[in-house]
C-alpha cells in the first residue's frame, strides 16, 4: 500500500492556519497604528489560499517590516512567511523564518495573545521538520502547542497533525486512538464500530456528522490508518464517510486528495478478496479503485496528481495490462525531476523508479524480497533507476531526512542483490542500515538486517548470516509491542515482508540431512523459532499483540502427563521438508524429505483440501498417500518402536487446512492407527485431565435455514443425544439460539463444555470468520466477548465444539482462523469441522465422541479417534469426506 497523505498541504490546512491567525489577533490588531500592515497580512494570506507563493514573500516582507520589532503581530507574519517558505520547500529560509519568530516571541511577556501565536508559530515548526523527514521532532514540538492551544479547531489540526507522524514512525494504534479522539468515538480499540461488516452502514450516519472540515480529514486519517493495519472495511467506510463531507461542503480538491486514499484501500480489498477466492469482488473492487484514482489524478497538486497516476500504472500492472499501464507512465517521466525538494517528491520519484522496473519485467512484485526478478529489463533502464535512486539519496540528504536516505540505500542495494553482484549489494545495504540506526527506525532496521542476510547466505558465509537473521527477528520483537505495520511505502503483506525470514532462518539453522546431522541446540532454536512465527502470525490475524494464554511448555506435558504423546513439527520450505519429532523422554530429531517446488507442494496440499469436500472423490487417497510420504513416513518406524498412541500435530500455515487423521500409508488411514490434535504453538493451555473437572454443557444449534444458509435437519437429534449425556445441560434450539440468549445462557451458569452445531465458517481474515445464531452472525470477537468474558469466578471451558462450521472455500490459511477462535475463547480444547458435513453423520459422530469422553480412561483425542472409527466402520460414511473433516486443537488429555 502506498500512503498518499503525509500531513495537511492544500487549501484546507492554509486556510484553517491562516484564518486562524487572523481572526485570533483581534485584540493585538487594535494596537496597530498603520491600516496599511493588516491589509498586507490579508493580502498575504489570500496570495497564500490562491497558491501564488511566490507573490506572497514580498507581501509578508512588507508587513514584517511594518511591524515593531518586539510585536507579537511580528512573529505572527514572520511564521506565516515560514510556511509559504515551506510551500516552496525553501526549507533553510523556512527554517531561519521560524527561528527569528520563536526568538520574538521569546522576548515579549507571556500574555494569552503571545501563547496563541506561539502556539501556531510551533504548529508551523513541527510541519517544517514533518515534511524534512524528523517525524519525532515533530511529534515533540506540536506536543509544546497542544499544552498551549486554547482553540479546539487548532488543537484538532495539530492532533492530526500528530497522528500522521506517529503513522512515519510506524506507530498505528497510537495514531487511531488520536484520530478517534478527535472524532469522539470510543478508542479502547482501533474500530470505528462493534457492528458487523454486513449491518454496517456506508457511510455511516454517525461518521458524517457534524459535516465539518476538521472532521472530513481527521476521517481521512484514521481511514489510512484502518487500511495499514488491515480494518479494511472500516478504512472503506471512515474514507467514504470523508468524501461525503467533502463533497457536502464543495470542496473538491479534498474530494480527490480522499479519492486517491479510498483507491488505495479499494486495492488492498481486491487483493484480500483474492487471497481467499472470491474473484468476483476483486474485478469489482479494482474497478472502483481506478475509478477513485482517475477522480484523483485531476488534482491541482502536482505532486497528488502524480501520485494518483502512480497508483493507476501499479494498479494496471497487477491487472497484467502492460500497454495501458506504459502509456500512462510516459507522463510521469517527464514531470518528476521537476519537483522541488520534499520527502513526499523524492518518495515519488523512488516509487516512480520502482514502477519502470517492474513495468519492464512485466511483475509487478519484482522487488519484493520473495520473487525479487530484473532479468528481463534493459540495462538502459536499470541505469536510470540507480541515478534516481542515487539522486533521491542526495536530495533526501539536502533536506536531512534519514529515513528517505536510507530507503533509498536499500532499492540500491535491492538492485545489486537482483544482478547477484553481491559486493555492492552488501555495501548499499549496510549504508541503508547505517541510516535507519541513525534515524532510530527500527521498522525499516529489520528490513535491511534481513536484505543483509539474504545477501551473505547466498555468499555461503552461513555463519554470519545466521547472526543477520537473529538480529532481524530480535528487531522484530522488538516492535511488537507498538508497530503492526512496516511504513507503508516499503510495507508488503506478512506473507512476504515476515513469514519468509522465519522460514530462511530455519532453512539455514538446520540443513538437510543428507548435509549433516544438525545439533540439538539448532533443532530446539529451529523448533522456537517456528513457534514465533506461528505467534506472529496468529498475531497478525489479531491485529492484537501478547496473546494473554497462561501456557505450559508441551515438552513437560509429553514427558511427564502423557509418555504415549509424540509432538511432530512438520516444517515447509522453499526446496523440502523439514520434521522435527519429539518423543516421550527423548531429544528432537531431525528428517528431512525433498519436495518437487514449494509451489507444487501447495498445490497438493490444496487439491487434497478440495477433494475432501466431496464423497468418494478419486483424487483423495493418491493425496493423501502423496503427503504421508512427505510427513508420516519418514518417522514412521520410530514412532511405532516408541510405541506411543497419540501424535500432536503443530502444523505450517501451509498444511493447517489438511486434517492429518486421513493421511494414508497405503494400507490403512493415520487416525486408524492414532488419536491425532493440532496445538496452535509449543506450548498448551493449562493440560488438565478433564475427569477432574465437574461436566456442565451448553447445547445451541440451528436446524432451520437462516441468512441463505442449509438447513440441519439432524441438529435436533445430535443435541438431543448430547443432551442425554449431560442431563443438567442447558440446550438452545432454533429462535431460542440468538445472540442475546447465548450471552445470557453463558453467564448464567459456569459451563466447561460449549457445544454449538450451527453453519460457521473460519476464514485467515476475522471478518470473514463467524457462527450463524437465529437472529444474526457472531463474529470473532464478539464470540470471544461471549465466551471469555464471562462473570467471577468461571470454570475455564474445557471443550469448545463447532459441528457444523467450514473453512473458507479458496482460502488457502482459513484454518488459522479456526485457531483464531480456539485461542481468543480461551478454551482449553476446541473440536471443529474444516468442512460442512452431512449433519446425520455429525449426530452419530457427535454422539459417540460424548459417549467416549464421559470416560475417565479415554482422553479426548482418543475419543474423537473412537468417534471417527464408528463412521469409517459404516459402509454409509466409509469416505474420509464424512469422518476427516473433524480435528481437536489444544488440549488432548
Request: glycine share 4%.
Amino acid at each position: 500500500m502506498y500512503k498518499l497523505t503525509k500531513r495537511i498541504k492544500r487549501s484546507l490546512l492554509v486556510f484553517l492556519i491562516l484564518f486562524t491567525f487572523s481572526l485570533s489577533l483581534g485584540p493585538v490588531t487594535a494596537q496597530i497604528s498603520s491600516q496599511r500592515a493588516l491589509q498586507l497580512v490579508e493580502q498575504g494570506q489570500q496570495l497564500h489560499q490562491a497558491q501564488q507563493y511566490e507573490q506572497a514573500i514580498p507581501v509578508w516582507q512588507e508587513a514584517i517590516d511594518l511591524f515593531p520589532a518586539d510585536s507579537p503581530n511580528r512573529a505572527m507574519a514572520v511564521s506565516n512567511l515560514a510556511l509559504t517558505y515551506q510551500y516552496l520547500q525553501q526549507w533553510d529560509a523556512a527554517q531561519e523564518a521560524i527561528n527569528q519568530s520563536l526568538s520574538i516571541l521569546e522576548s515579549v511577556p507571556t500574555t494569552p495573545e503571545q501563547q496563541r501565536i506561539l502556539a501556531q508559530t510551533l504548529d508551523i515548526q513541527g510541519r517544517l521538520q514533518q515534511e524534512t523527514g524528523k517525524p519525532q521532532e515533530a511529534i515533540n514540538t506540536w506536543q509544546r502547542a497542544a499544552a498551549i492551544h486554547t482553540d479546539s479547531t487548532a488543537l484538532s489540526l495539530n492532533q492530526i497533525n500528530q497522528a500522521q507522524a506517529l503513522q512515519d514512525l510506524g506507530f498505528y494504534p497510537k495514531a487511531c486512538s488520536t484520530l478517534l479522539g478527535i472524532l469522539e468515538l470510543p478508542n479502547s480499540e482501533c474500530t470505528i464500530s462493534l457492528e458487523t461488516p454486513e449491518t454496517l452502514e456506508t457511510p455511516k450516519p454517525t461518521l458524517t456528522t457534524p459535516a465539518t472540515p476538521i472532521r472530513a480529514q481527521a476521517l481521512r486519517s484514521l481511514g489510512n490508518v484502518l487500511r495499514v493495519i488491515g480494518d479494511l472495511q472500516q478504512s472503506q467506510q471512515a474514507l467514504e464517510a470523508s468524501l461525503t463531507i467533502f463533497q457536502e461542503l464543495n470542496l473538491p480538491d479534498e474530494a480527490k486528495q480522499t479519492n486517491l486514499n479510498l483507491g488505495n484501500t479499494l486495492r488492498v480489498l481486491a487483493n484480500r478478496s483474492e487471497e481467499i477466492g472470491d474473484f468476483g469482488a476483486a474485478e469489482s473492487y479494482r474497478q472502483q479503485a481506478l475509478n477513485s484514482y482517475q477522480q484523483a489524478t485531476f488534482h491541482p497538486s502536482l505532486i497528488l496528481s502524480l501520485q494518483a497516476q502512480l497508483k493507476q500504472v501499479e494498479l494496471l500492472m497487477e491487472l497484467e495490462e502492460w500497454d495501458q499501464a506504459g502509456g500512462l507512465i510516459s507522463p510521469v517521466r517527464t514531470t518528476t525531476d521537476r519537483l522541488p525538494i520534499s520527502r513526499e517528491a523524492i518518495y515519488l520519484q523512488l516509487n516512480y523508479a520502482k514502477t519502470i522496473l517492474c513495468l519492464e519485467q512485466q511483475n509487478a512484485a519484482c522487488l519484493a524480497p520473495r520473487s525479487l526478478d530484473l532479468s528481463l529489463v534493459q540495462e538502459s533502464t536499470l541505469t536510470e533507476a540507480a541515478a534516481i535512486f542515487r539522486s533521491s539519496i542526495e536530495r533526501a540528504g539536502q533536506i536531512q531526512d534519514l529515513r528517505t536516505q536510507s530507503y533509498g540505500y536499500a532499492l540500491l542495494g535491492r538492485l545489486y542483490e537482483s544482478q547477484e553482484n553481491w559486493q555492492p549489494a552488501g555495501e548499499y545495504t549496510e549504508q541503508a542500515l547505517s541510516k535507519s540506526w541513525q534515524a532510530q527506525a527500527s521498522e525499516l532496521t529489520y528490513q535491511w538486517q534481513w536484505q543483509k542476510a539474504r545477501i551473505l547466505s547466498a555468499q555461503g558465509q552461513t555463519e554470519q548470516a545466521l547472526i543477520l537473521y537473529a538480529q532481524t527477528l530480535q528487531t522484530l520483537q522488538s516492535l511488537r509491542s507498538d508497530l503492526v505495520s512496516v511504513n507503508p511505502e516499503i510495507r508488503f503483506t506478512f506473507q512476504e515482508s515476515i513469514e519468509p525470514i522465519y522460514r530462511q532462518y530455519v532453512s539455514l539453522l538446520i540443513p538437510p540431512q543428507t548435509k549433516g546431522e544438525s545439533s540439538p541446540e539448532n533443532l530446539e532454536q529451529a523448533r522456537s523459532i517456528i513457534d514465533s512465527l506461528q505467534l506472529a502470525e496468529l498475531e497478525n490475524f489479531f491485529r492484537l499483540v501478547c496473546l494473554d494464554a497462561v501456557p505450559v511448555a508441551i515438552d513437560q506435558v509429553t514427558d511427564k502427563n502423557d509418555p504415549t504423546a509424540a509432538v511432530i513439527y512438520p516444517i515447509l520450505l522453499e526446496d523440502r521438508f523439514e520434521i522435527i519429532l519429539k518423543l516421550p523422554g527423548q531429544p528432537l530429531r531431525h528428517y528431512t524429505t525433498p519436495i518437487d517446488g514449494l509451489e507444487r507442494t501447495q498445490r497438493i496440499l490444496n487439491r487434497l483440501t478440495q477433494s475432501l469436500t466431496q464423497a468418494n472423490n478419486q483424487e483423495t487417497l493418491p493425496l493423501a498417500e502423496q503427503i504421508y510420504d512427505w510427513i508420516l513416513r519418514p518417522i514412521a518406524e520410530d514412532l511405532t518402536a516408541s510405541k506411543v498412541k497419540t501424535l500432536v500435530f503443530v502444523l505450517d500455515s501451509a498444511l493447517r487446512n489438511v486434517p492429518m487423521s486421513v493421511l494414508y500409508d497405503g494400507q490403512q488411514y493415520l487416525v486408524e492407527s492414532y488419536g491425532i490434535t493440532l496445538i496452535p504453538s509449543l506450548q498448551l493451555l493449562d493440560p488438565l485431565p478433564f475427569q477432574e473437572l465437574r461436566t456442565q454443557a451448553l447445547l445451541a444449534g440451528l436446524s432451520k435455514a437462516r441468512d441463505k444458509f442449509s438447513p440441519l435437519p439432524f441438529v435436533p437429534e445430535e443435541l438431543e443425544k448430547i443432551q442425554s449425556q449431560f442431563p443438567s445441560s442447558l440446550s438452545l434450539l432454533d429462535q431460542s439460539f440468538t445472540r442475546d440468549g447465548l450471552e445470557d445462557a453463558i453467564n448464567s451458569v459456569p459451563f466447561n463444555v460449549v457445544h454449538l452445531a450451527t453453519h460457521g465458517q473460519f476464514s485467515s481474515q476475522p471478518e470473514q470468520t463467524f457462527i450463524l445464531s437465529w437472529d444474526t452472525r457472531i463474529y470473532i470477537d464478539d464470540l470471544n466477548t461471549l465466551i471469555r468474558d464471562r462473570t467471577d469466578n468461571s470454570e475455564a471451558i474445557e471443550l469448545l465444539v463447532f459441528s457444523a462450521c467450514e473453512t473458507l472455500t479458496g482460502d488457502d490459511r482459513a484454518a488459522l482462523g479456526l485457531a483464531g477462535v480456539a485461542i481468543r475463547a480461551g478454551a482449553r480444547s476446541t473440536l471443529a469441522t474444516l468442512w460442512q458435513v452431512q449433519d446425520e453423520a455429525t449426530a452419530i459422530l457427535m454422539g459417540r465422541f460424548y459417549q467416549s469422553f464421559q470416560d475417565p480412561s479415554v482422553t479426548k483425542a482418543d475419543a474423537l479417534r473412537q468417534a471417527q472409527l464408528t463412521l469409517l466402520e459404516d459402509n454409509n460414511f466409509q469416505s474420509p469426506h464424512f469422518w476427516g473433516a473433524y480435528v481437536l486443537l489444544g488440549n488432548w488429555l
